[in-house]
């Protein structure tokens, strides 16, 4: 019986590794972040969270793991990725998504990040602050 909680701990201590992140600044990404505003589309509309009846929060860990919520209740989640793609521009992989596991993400400082659909020519950029 012994062997078991041997094992089941070393699985453990095992997946509560920290995430490999490509540079200090995508460091940033850890954290809870609340959604403010989308802009985009065919038409290039513009959301603001002011306007509408939901709220979406993203929330990163420093184990590797996401959860995607909308109005505060747990929604997908899974594991992160971020590599660096170009001029301060990463790829943002997010395991367990249905569309758009792929994005586009980018800094505006420690406390704004903006993704957007990587390969998706008229999707909607989503921007979050951190709470």
């Not at 972040?33 to 065919?42: C, N, T």
């Not at 513009?46 to 996401?66: C, E, H, M």
Request: glycine share 8%.
């Amino acid at each position: 019986m012994k062997i078991y909680y041997a094992i089941a701990l070393t699985l453990f201590l095992g997946s509560c590794k920290e995430v490999d992140l490509p540079t200090p600044e995508s460091e940033n990404i850890v954290g809870d972040w609340e959604w403010i505003a989308s802009s985009g589309g065919i038409a290039g509309s513009f959301i603001s969270a002011d306007n509408v009846d939901y709220t979406k929060q993203l929330i990163f860990k420093d184990n590797g793991k996401y959860r995607k919520c909308t109005d505060n209740k747990k929604g997908s989640r899974g594991d992160f990725e971020i590599i660096i793609k170009e001029n301060e521009r990463y790829e943002l992989t997010l395991d367990n998504e249905d569309l758009f596991g792929t994005l586009s993400l980018s800094f505006n400082g420690q406390d704004t990040i903006n993704v957007y659909p990587a390969n998706c020519s008229d999707c909607f950029a989503d921007t979050y602050v951190r709470k």
